[in-house]
């Protein structure tokens, strides 16, 4: 009976594993905030906050970079909620386990990670590895989100599938990383390189001397046109198909933010890259970028309304219209 009392069901799994990928994007959007607060050395080692201190000092950057480490121990402990609850799930599935270890693992290497950056004064790769790494830990969280929302028959993909559409889709996944790469270089050669509120000179990313900003900057923007473009395309591409409304909802929103981006980026750069400016715009980017995977993991949905019903593997009825 106690066993029994700790088994979860496919409804209570699938919650555990959407509260894990809200805590893993909530922490992504304030450790943006740490850095265009100027507060990356506000606890100025690791592990400890200071030299003699487990705790920040009172100061409102201390505070604020010591809050966001506090925050790392809760969003550990969703991603290892996701783990266990993968171990307890009834039926037991071997994929929600196997996705599931990368959240508590990506926590620890970013704790790890996070250390060093601190340790090495907020060097630039180090900060953009950062953020990066954040990147991959949400694949895991997408996919394992998405396939704790539906059983094995109905992730199987049908051959009715339009290709063309679903290849669109992946090619995301590249363009949108390069991307997302170049933003991170672009901040990492802006004025925001976290340590201005405590008064600390961090090395900023120097590949063209004084116009290496610009210079990255302009390459972001280039593939943030293409990305968009391409996105657009696969969205009328697919009206084309006659895929549904519903279908199209990712694409949709993931135009729609791009668009959103293209703004702000464009107001970031007029305004000389005002620190709110640059957490919306960085923040953005997170949600972008979780726009992408539903994309990708939903390609499968991308068919004509006139294809017929996905079969269940190994034959019978066909799997449910999702």
């Known amino acids: 009976m106690p066993r029994e009392r700790l088994t979860l069901t496919p409804e209570r799994y699938a919650l555990v594993a959407r509260i894990a990928l809200v805590m893993l994007t909530l922490i992504v959007l304030t450790g943006a905030a740490v850095r265009v607060t100027g507060s990356g050395l506000g606890c100025p080692t690791w592990p400890k906050c200071t030299e003699d201190s487990l705790y920040a000092e009172l100061h409102l950057h201390g505070v604020i970079e010591f809050g966001n480490r506090l925050l790392t121990f809760v969003v550990g402990f969703a ?152 996105a657009v395309a696969l969205w009328v591409l697919a009206r084309r198909r006659g895929v549904t409304s519903e279908a199209r909802a990712p694409l949709t929103w993931l135009c729609v933010l791009l668009a959103l981006q293209g703004v702000i980026g464009g107001l970031q750069w007029a305004l000389e890259l005002p620190a709110e400016i640059v957490w919306v715009h960085v923040t953005l980017a997170a949600v972008t970028w979780l726009a992408i995977l539903w994309v990708v993991v939903a390609a499968g949905r991308l068919q004509p309304r006139s294809a017929p019903p996905v079969s269940a593997p190994g034959g019978g009825e066909p799997a449910p219209a999702r």
């Open 79 to 230: 991603a290892l909620g996701a783990f266990a609850g993968a171990w307890r799930r009834r039926p037991y599935r071997r994929d929600l386990l196997l996705i599931s270890l990368a959240l508590p693992l990506g926590v620890v290497a970013q704790a790890v990670l996070g250390g060093f950056t601190v340790l090495y004064d907020l060097a630039p790769g180090l900060v953009m590895s950062h953020y990066l790494l954040s990147m991959l830990i949400l694949v895991a969280c997408v996919a394992l989100d998405w396939r704790a929302r539906h059983e094995p028959g109905e992730l199987a993909v049908s051959g009715s599938a339009d290709r063309l559409l679903m290849r669109g889709a992946w090619s995301l996944i590249p363009l949108g990383a390069i991307t997302i790469f170049a933003g991170t270089a672009a901040t990492a050669a802006g004025p925001h390189a976290g340590g201005s509120g405590t008064g600390d000179i961090i090395n900023r990313l120097e590949l063209k001397g004084t116009d290496t900003l610009s210079f990255v900057v302009a390459q972001h923007a280039r593939l943030s046109a293409l990305l968009g473009i391409v």
